[in-house]
């Protein structure tokens, strides 16, 4: 089963994505609301997730900042970034995000993407 | 939430603040859209409700348009000429044909694009891109219809003495609004703003259009401001593939 780090600061989103994705078939990890708390949240994990999805405008550390620290951490990690901002795509992508999704999107294409870039 | 600083003009507190309502919006957008997919994905579902969470869908899409150009428009403020890169205007009309379905998933759309060039590269970047899309979703908005065909064509010509690529989409169903024929998109967004507020995909077809040195303009088909049928031409300076 593939599993998943949700981190959003909006906490109807992570409901959402937490939701959709268990009834799809995901396992959700562990939920965080901002970069620092995922940072530490991805650190304590023993078993890292298959694939990180990942908000940019955050709280105290945004999206992009933390996608490149736990990229340090473990470069193998994928982190799908998600954001209302479609300016912040080439920001994402050379901060180490595999694929970027901007809001709204279908759950559909999120999931495809999810099985494209976890392991088979 | 930060709050702008003092030092911010005016203009860029403005900024500022549709940036901060955009973002919101969009988030509410991802949780309104991902909760109607799971109405439409529920077996069995009526078709009534279908067809209705459908058009909730598209509403939704419009909403997020509707964001997405007040942003563009923002940032098109401060394009640089010399820093736009080329684009090709084709591939820009396959990718907008994807983005319409789900756009619009309660309409049936085709687009008739026989005989294609292959090399229509415009100066743009994403905003030209963006503007082929806009234009788009404007006709399908406009469109009476549920079966939608767009019929397409890009044809190169010369505009102020340049050569130019012209993209032309005829929509037969599509019901102008006077306000919107001929030389009125520009002239109505200068005067009148709760005219803009109707469209804000046309403002921003003609804004993005002029600042990239082309121009955008509808035209119906008709004399008769009741009749349907349309085409929007958009004119971009073309250029060579890099």
Redesign the interface.
């Given at each position: 089963m593939t599993s998943v780090l949700i981190v959003d600061d909006e906490l109807f989103i992570v409901e959402l994505y937490r939701d959709i994705l268990q009834l799809r078939g995901y396992k959700v990890v562990g939920t965080a609301f901002d970069g620092e708390e995922a940072l530490k949240k991805y650190g304590n994990i023993a078993d890292k997730p298959d694939v990180i999805i990942m908000d940019h405008r955050m709280p105290i550390m945004n999206g992009v900042e933390a996608t490149k620290r736990i990229l340090s951490m473990n470069p193998k990690q994928k982190v799908i970034f998600v954001s209302a901002d479609v300016l912040i795509e080439k920001e994402a992508r050379d901060a180490g995000a595999v694929e970027f999704l901007p809001k709204p999107f279908r759950m559909d294409d999120l999931i495809e993407k999810m099985q494209k870039v976890s392991p088979k | 939430m930060t709050t702008p600083s003092k030092a911010l003009k005016k203009e860029d507190e403005f900024a500022f603040y549709m940036d901060l309502l955009?973002?919101d919006v969009?988030?509410n957008?991802?949780?309104?859209?991902?909760?109607l997919?799971?109405v439409l994905a529920t077996p069995g579902a009526d078709k009534r409700v279908r067809e209705l969470a459908e058009k909730a869908v598209s509403h939704?899409r419009t909403s997020?348009v509707l964001i997405?150009n007040v942003?563009r428009l923002i940032?098109a403020r401060t394009i640089e000429s010399d820093k736009l890169k080329p684009m090709d205007m084709v591939k820009s009309i396959e990718r907008a044909e994807y983005e319409l379905r789900?756009h619009f998933p309660a309409k049936r759309i085709r687009l008739e694009t026989a005989g294609m060039p292959k090399n229509a590269v415009v100066l743009g970047n994403n905003y030209a891109a963006d503007l082929v899309l806009n234009v788009f979703i404007t006709a399908v908005r406009l469109s009476t219809a549920d079966d939608v065909v767009l019929n397409v064509s890009v044809i190169e010509e010369k505009f102020k003495g340049k050569p130019v690529w012209v993209m032309r989409v005829v929509d037969k169903n599509a019901l102008l609004p006077p306000f919107l024929d001929g030389k009125g998109v520009a002239a109505a967004y200068s005067q009148d703003v709760s005219t803009a507020a109707r469209s804000t995909g046309v403002l921003f077809a003609k804004m993005i259009a002029d600042r990239l040195g082309g121009d955008f303009e509808a035209h119906s088909l008709h004399n008769d401001p009741k009749k349907e049928g349309a085409v929007f031409t958009v004119i971009l300076r073309k250029v060579e593939r890099p």
């Open positions: - | 955009g973002h969009l988030n957008n991802q949780a309104v859209l991902s909760y997919e799971l939704v997020t997405d942003k940032a789900r």
